[in-house]
């Protein structure tokens, strides 16, 4: 990949995690806390709970991406950004405006997404 388009996805990746980082997600914890006074029955417990599992969820989504993003910010210093993890080949440069965090080329991921997928049924 060229530097200058290596720079581009650099400026990209570095904008993402900005976003996240500044985007009040991964701080907020007013979700997280249940005060016994503010739940006089079972069903505003159990909609507090839910509430918690989606702020959970969506924070567990937040912090995989950021991990990904600091992963391929490592891989553009390093020099292996934009190339398959499994079969080394150049990954599309769509699929890299789409996802810069991607470590594989599209068909290598489907490949991963299919066998997880049928993992998943298996147990």
Known sequence: MGKVNLDHF????LKKRQEILNGGL???TEDLHISPDDLPDEADLAQSVINQQVT???RQREIT???SIEEA???VEEGTYGHCEDCDDPIATKRLENQP???MCITHAEEQEREQNRFTRIS
């Open 10 to 13: 650099k400026k990209i990746l």
């Open 73 to 75: 910010l490592e891989r």
């Open 101 to 103: 965090w991607a470590t």
């Open 26 to 28: 991964l701080k907020s």
């Open 65 to 67: 991406k950021l991990r």
């Open 56 to 58: 959970f969820n969506m």
